[in-house]
């Protein structure tokens, strides 16, 4: 691997093909993950991609970097350990709302609240797109999916009030069709130290043929230009968040992209910090001196 | 054994059962005996009936015996569970402020006022544990200087004034039998011998320990009983060492996080029991696929389900071998003892790293608390195994590299290993997925490319076997023609070998076998023993004989199963017995059997 | 077999080339052959190679064959991956506006612009698959009144202009073939021979109608390729009948409803793959603990991990048999063709609520997409067992309860087997808990009750073996003195069914057993067939010989294991040719064997 | 069993003497629990008490109506089974803070927005009782547990505010304390039609040195006495809830309880029906007729 001067997108895209149909949402997305990375000037090499399994958690495969293809819905579990055991490494979930919000939810407020630096990116396409059209969380009321012949009866998921619940210390939204926000919103959320989250809406054509690039083409509003600028006011985070899936009850409703929340507070990895130099953390220390505590010795 | 003596301290959870045995151990250990201890207590948290049983002994120790020689009940409900195995010439000491046992034939009483010494003598119920070691002290001469040692060391840090209340505790237990009682049994302790260099560990320490040795820097925890304690004891070692425990939301998160950890580059364990294995599955199959090393300890309890979380049983085994979907290289390691249980946790991390693969450590609930000294292990001379890591400037040729790909999955290695590449290394940038790949990671539905990456990830486990299996297996075959040949595994054999020594010691040829590796298995090394021997026994606490399965798939014995799932380990009489069992029904050379079959009757051994 | 045509349709997933199968496959069965199906598309949404192979006959069929007789090419990839299955006398129809193919020495080429006679003459690409069948009537004189119906029926609800459309489709490549092309081949399909009362179903389609015939009335899925649509198949049927399907979060909780839902008095199931089965571990634990009837699909794919999602493999049989921490009593059924699929299903439902325990049905990737035409099942005529509820009325003596509490888990029944009591039912009212319990549902650690109430579990087992296993064993044995005994099961034993007639058909002894029931084992039934055969030979798709492990676990036989893992089902032509291989090497008893063993090179099969 | 005119509270208790602890919170939850279902006279037959693993997940064992004690972080996903097979039961779920937003904090907003219609009683003692201390997900920072030796250095979870975003129909909270006030608010939460959460502040004595009784005692506040009445109002609800934590960080800050929100929606069994008539459903049809729709019929 030469050294380059300047990263350039393409330096983090694999040669494998996306396997994606035409069309899909995760190609704008992909694209603003590589232009994000390439204008923070991460080298490849210390970036960790991990993801879960659908469509969208193939993305780590599509991309040059260090990536973990791992399980359906064990994408932040996993991202945490490599966190932990290398803080310096720049690490990515890129996974669906299937993964995150169905069989992925339980790991979501753990990681959140311990506000573990890692940046989450959920390629929302509000609908199971690998397993061919079923409804997932964050399907809107009445979609059809092959389980549900009749329209979904379940209330979606809102994934922007969940992480500000859970205490994520950034959350934003952003839009597959908008790859200026998409890739600013993303390398704000890498720059952020401490957990971030990022939904983006990023339609897919196959199976979900409602929420289409046509519906949210004029649909989204930026929040930040619009005003919000309070950033680390959570209530008011909180109020924005609650419209978010209005616009699936009132045609006239917009929906919000941008950032929501922002605020800086110590990470897992600065409190981990604190404790290791309460006890001499060393890598040096001789684990014989573990073993010799057990001597009985003399008192 | 010229010195061999047997103390079982019975009462209420809670009432200093449990520590009243550790005292003794440790005290037993100071003096230089060897010892070992079985500890039982209920899983509600207060109340109970819980039970400490110390062996003691001048040689070393493989069990708890098969009974007591002395009791020690702190109530009636410990009498009440324990009287019936009350025999000519045992001791029973007991509160006699609390109860009056009925008369037993030939059983030296001893009635000491536990309760009322401690709380009018020492204005302190809670040292009723002490009155009774006290009293042990003035009966049976055991080294009171090393008892006080130990209170010393447990206490120090609570100060002065609760070690002198301890100390007067136990001056107050002896004296009352001194002044009280007319010894009328037989049982003495020799003079202490003096410490030797010996460690004193419980099951769960030793494989914390281990796991530190071997370099373990991270470790995810989800609370579960009898595993908890591994996390306990590894916490702070962990910390000072700059590595780091993370409790998590649950198993399936704890072992993602260490497959993740370990993809960075670190030496990465989880630790839990049945249940957690259980939630494990799916992905201890995608540390197989990815070949990413990893550890994995059960501590076993009493299953299906929930079962009996702090009862022994060994009945992870299928899972351990045969449990995920699909088929994937793993080693299942099973140490016999507290010793073993430290250096198979060492061996375990040496296995998974050398073949980039889970490793299950499979210990048990009682394994999990019994105390034992061993020789201080020594690590400069231990062998320490580290992962193959791809290094560029190793591999001039660019091999493992092609059209700029880095070839994490390689299918040209002749052993099938082939280097990780760790993050951060510009020249190792890869993917791992648990699709099925070609060389460079790219997912392939192709049949060929399937077969090879399968025959790849297998290869693994033959060279296993050619280079690593042999140190794993204890065989003990005296006899060319031995008329039984026993195989056994865990705490198990543990108790089968003192079992053993006293068939040999009635003049029976009896051979054995104790595979500390019980997956994969070597074929010829089974059979090369099972020759030596009539027939082969294989005694397991489970219902199905899960080692036997094994053994039935991978070689050509066709053994007796014995097997015992009552939740409690065996003791050597039940070996002995199904030995002599077998010896009168020379008919018998294969099939499973039980307790019934031994005594006819419905009585599962102790309580 | 008079008649015997096997068409293999290859093209880009989504160009309808799974569609044309299926229309081809209704087609026939319309006219009254007997038919089976192969469909494979990769696991990406779009795109990728995609084929459809159709074997039609007027004989009962078991597999699709070895090869095909006629190769349909939509495009170049297509002919790519199959030319090296052109032989001399098979045929090559294919898309001659996409691409040429090169000289094959004795096939027969029809070139047809499949592509410009959608696009230019029907002006609808869309239509290509409908041309190609077209040009395949029009050359092979495949009915084309059922191949019309087929499409009416298929097309009806979007309206006539799609079906006219469609119609035109056909008639076009029927013209353009006998304008153009001059019949070179064989291949002629006789007249059509009528309805007969038949129906076809998918494999999963199967699963679906048989769970429902049992009674099934709840159902948790979550979506997992290739298990989804068993749930798609039966969620309306469902619902019609005051049922439910309720998409769950994940597998674990889809379990944990369909337990609850059991419990609450309901049949109920699951349906997933492997990467959900072993998620469901430990409530598979639980439901076998608590002794709560529940029924696991397990549509199988390529393990481990994610393997290959929509390939082809029985790997999961260990994990179904031995997966779980701790022992339980279970069920597992694997059916051997589409028909099966359905039986089993309603025995699947039969055998947890008659024994209260979980009960796994193992099907595969292949099997869930296969298409059969079978029998109508007549329900009025099949047995439906329902669980044993207890009923105040009927217990006079009030055996069933103690000191006012039920018991749930008496000991006291011969068969191990204890009504269930109902919600609602004031005089049934008890817990169930996953912890060892006493015959009223209390918790107890007590070694002799954990005794019994294990051996109360297994018993249910034993009453299973005598009163239900011999169904589930079909055992095909004209000769007393075989050369060889082929077990297996699954899609692999349908594919035997075809191997065998051949080699009889050729001379050879060869006797085959063919369970439904792969656990429990009934021992002296392996071993009365295992005797009639010198050897005895177990094929199946993974890399351990999982069957293999089963049959030397619980009987004395010692198998030559067959193993392919390479993502694709068994073709007849290779259990002829590992046969003969054994033929020609007698000295081979036992042990496992691979294709390099058998063909000496790294060729493994057809893609 | 006898036909009673009326029911006790003891008509809910089995004859199996509680193993928790002398100074328990639970033993006030169950009392709390048995007088809710005698005051609302439901039959114990038809009530069913789902759990998980836990000291408090064994109240169901100490109950003399249909029972599952199920695996650790289960009890929803069971009691959702039991609904649907059965509408007509009522079905509670008592379960640990650890049970319930640990290991299975992934089943609670599924549970929770699809509105179905059981009562989950959260025993929240901030602490892993049952083995033997570890800091559970609700515990407060500096706690103490075997597993973190140094304290807690997590940001806990809020039950309340969590339950609220997922769009819990019902959700309060009460204190093992006030044996009047939690089994009012189990009342209501059992009358609830739809998804009832409440949170039950249950001392552990053994363990949790520091959130003990003492400690509550004259911390809790009403805060419908306080005035909280318009319960139906979600942004107030969530501002209020998100005051519950605060004691932890202010000495002189109350723990609230009471009722935060309740409202009458669609339950998923009210949905369900709507699909059911839509279908015709009838447990009458003969499958037979399933079964010949795959006959290949005449055209
Ligand atoms: C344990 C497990 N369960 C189920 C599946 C099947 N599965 C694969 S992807 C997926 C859902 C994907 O949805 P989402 O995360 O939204 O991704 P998308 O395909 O829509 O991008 C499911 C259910 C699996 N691979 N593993
Ligand atoms: C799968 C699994 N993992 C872990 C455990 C061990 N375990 C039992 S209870 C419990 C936590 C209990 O905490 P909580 O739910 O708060 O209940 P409490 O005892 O505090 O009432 C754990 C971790 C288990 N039984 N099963
Ligand atoms: S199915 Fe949908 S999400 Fe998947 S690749 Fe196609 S368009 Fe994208
Ligand atoms: S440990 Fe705590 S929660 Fe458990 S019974 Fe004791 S006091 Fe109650
Ligand atoms: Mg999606
Ligand atoms: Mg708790």
Redesign the interface.
């Known amino acids: 691997?030469e050294q380059q001067l300047e990263l350039q997108p393409a330096d983090y895209r694999?040669?494998?093909e996306p396997?994606?149909?035409?069309g899909c949402g995760d190609f704008g997305v992909i694209s603003a993950i590589t232009k994000a990375l390439a204008e923070l000037k991460i080298?490849?090499?210390?970036v960790?991609s991990?993801s879960g399994?659908g469509?969208s958690s193939r993305t780590?495969?599509f991309l040059?970097?260090?990536?973990?293809?791992?399980?359906?819905?064990?994408a932040i579990?996993?991202?945490?350990?490599?966190?932990?055991?290398?803080p310096?490494?720049t690490v990515l979930v890129e996974a669906g709302d299937g993964d995150l919000?169905?069989?992925?939810?339980?790991?979501n407020?753990?990681a959140a609240?311990?506000?573990i630096d890692i940046t989450v990116l959920c390629m929302d396409n509000q609908v199971?797109?690998?397993?061919?059209n079923?409804?997932s969380?964050t399907s809107r009321e009445g979609l059809y999916?092959?389980?549900?012949?009749?329209g979904s009866?379940?209330?979606?998921?809102?994934p922007i009030?969940?992480m500000l619940?859970?205490?994520a210390t950034f959350v934003a939204q952003t839009y597959a069709g908008n790859l200026k926000h998409m890739s600013e919103i993303i390398k704000k959320a890498i720059s952020h130290k401490g957990f971030s989250f990022v939904n983006i809406i990023s339609p897919c054509p196959?199976y979900n043929k409602v929420d289409t690039f046509k519906y949210y083409k004029d649909k989204t509003i930026d929040i930040n230009e619009q005003g919000h600028k309070e950033l680390d006011n959570?209530?008011k985070a909180?109020?924005l968040a609650?419209k978010d899936l209005e616009h699936y009850y009132n045609d006239s409703a917009k929906v919000p992209i941008g950032i929501f929340y922002e605020k800086e507070e110590p990470t897992?990895q600065d409190?981990?910090k604190?404790?290791?130099t309460?006890?001499?953390?060393?890598?040096d220390?001789?684990?014989?001196v573990?073993?010799?505590e057990?001597?009985?010795?003399?008192? | 054994m010229s010195f061999s003596l047997v103390i079982k301290i019975g009462g209420e959870g809670g009432e200093g059962v449990i520590s009243a045995g550790d005292f003794l151990t440790?005290a037993a250990?100071?003096s230089g005996y060897h010892v070992v201890n079985f500890k039982s207590f209920p899983a509600e948290i207060k109340g109970g009936y819980a039970n400490s049983t110390v062996r003691i002994s001048d040689e070393k120790l493989y069990s708890t015996g098969d009974g007591f020689d002395i009791l020690c009940c702190f109530n009636a409900e410990a009498y009440a569970y324990n009287k019936k195995h009350l025999k000519p010439g045992t001791v029973l000491v007991y509160d006699s402020s609390d109860f009056e046992p009925e008369e037993h034939d030939g059983v030296i009483m001893y009635p000491v006022p536990l309760s009322d010494i401690a709380k009018n003598e020492i204005k302190a119920y809670i040292t009723k544990n002490i009155v009774a070691l006290g009293a042990l002290v003035g009966l049976f001469n055991i080294p009171v200087e090393s008892l006080k040692?130990s209170i010393?060391?447990k206490f120090?840090r609570k100060g002065e004034k609760i070690v002198n209340m301890n100390y007067q505790a136990l001056e107050a237990g002896m004296k009352y039998v001194k002044e009280n009682l007319v010894k009328k049994d037989g049982f003495e302790f020799p003079p202490p011998i003096g410490?030797k260099?010996?460690?004193?560990?419980e099951g769960n320490?030793a494989v914390a320990?281990g796991c530190?040795?071997a370099?373990c820097?991270?470790y995810?925890a989800y609370p579960i009983t009898p595993a908890t304690s591994v996390g306990n004891y590894i916490v702070?070692?962990l910390?000072?060492?700059?590595g780091?425990l993370?409790q998590?939301?649950?198993e399936?998160?704890?072992l993602?996080?260490?497959?993740?950890?370990?993809?960075?580059?670190?030496k990465?364990m989880t630790a839990t029991s049945g249940p957690g294995l259980s939630l494990m599955s799916?992905?201890i199959g995608?540390a197989g696929m990815t070949e990413t090393p990893v550890v994995i300890v059960d501590v076993q309890r009493v299953g299906p389900a929930t079962g009996m979380p702090t009862k022994h049983e060994q009945g992870d085994l299928y899972h351990a071998v045969y449990g995920s979907h699909g088929e994937i290289p793993r080693a299942v390691l099973a140490p016999i003892s507290v010793e073993d249980s430290f250096y198979m946790s060492i061996e375990a991390f040496n296995l998974a790293e050398k073949y980039q693969m889970p490793v299950i450590v499979l210990t048990d609930a009682a394994m999990s608390l019994r105390a034992e000294?061993f020789p201080?292990?020594?690590?400069?001379k231990l062998n320490i195994v580290n992962r193959l890591i791809y290094k560029s400037e190793e591999d001039k040729e660019q091999k493992f590299i092609r059209?700029?790909?880095f070839l994490r999955y390689a299918l040209f290695t002749e052993d099938g290993i082939t280097p990780m590449?760790i993050?951060?290394?510009?020249?190792a940038?890869?993917?791992?997925?648990?699709?099925e790949r070609q060389e460079n990671?790219?997912?392939r539905n192709r049949p060929d490319i399937r077969t090879y990456q399968m025959n790849k990830r297998f290869k693994k486990l033959e060279k296993l076997l050619e280079e690593d299996y042999d140190r794993f297996i204890e065989i003990d075959a005296p006899y060319k023609d031995a008329d039984i040949g026993i195989i056994t595994w865990g705490l198990t054999a543990s108790i089968t070998k003192e079992a053993v020594q006293r068939l040999r010691s009635r003049g029976l040829k009896i051979n054995a076998m104790y595979p500390r590796l019980l997956w994969p298995v070597k074929e010829d090394v089974f059979e090369f023993f099972a020759k030596s021997s009539k027939r082969i026994l294989i005694p397991e606490t489970n219902y199905y004989g899960q080692l036997a399965t094994v053994v039935k798939d991978r070689t050509h014995i066709r053994p007796i199963s014995y097997n015992i799932y009552r939740g409690e380990p065996f003791i050597p009489k039940e070996i002995e017995d199904i030995v002599d069992f077998l010896m009168e029904n020379q008919e018998i050379t294969e099939g499973r059997f039980t307790p019934e079959h031994v005594y006819g009757e419905k009585a599962y051994g102790l309580i």
């Open positions: 691997m694999s040669d494998i396997t994606w149909c035409p080298k490849p090499e210390n960790v991990v399994i469509c780590p495969l040059k970097n260090y990536s973990m293809h791992v399980l359906h819905g064990r579990p996993t991202a945490i350990g490599v966190k932990l055991a290398n310096d490494l919000f169905s069989i992925g939810s339980g790991h407020p753990h609240r311990r506000n199971y797109g690998l397993t061919k079923q409804i969380p999916g092959s389980l549900t012949p009749f009866i379940d209330k979606p998921v809102n009030s969940y619940t859970f205490g196959t959570l209530q909180l109020e609650m897992y409190r981990v604190e404790v290791k309460k006890y001499k953390a060393s890598k220390i001789n684990p014989q573990f073993i010799d057990c001597k009985v010795l003399p008192v | 440790e250990v100071r040692d010393k060391a120090s410490l260099d010996v460690v004193i560990m320490q320990k530190i040795a370099g820097e991270f995810a702070e070692d910390i000072r060492k700059d780091w993370y998590a939301e649950d399936i998160a704890s993602a996080m260490a497959i993740g950890a370990s993809f960075a580059g670190v990465a799916e992905l995608y000294a201080t292990p020594d690590l400069s059209h700029g790909r590449g993050p951060g290394d510009p020249n940038i890869h993917a791992i997925t648990g699709l990671s790219d997912p």
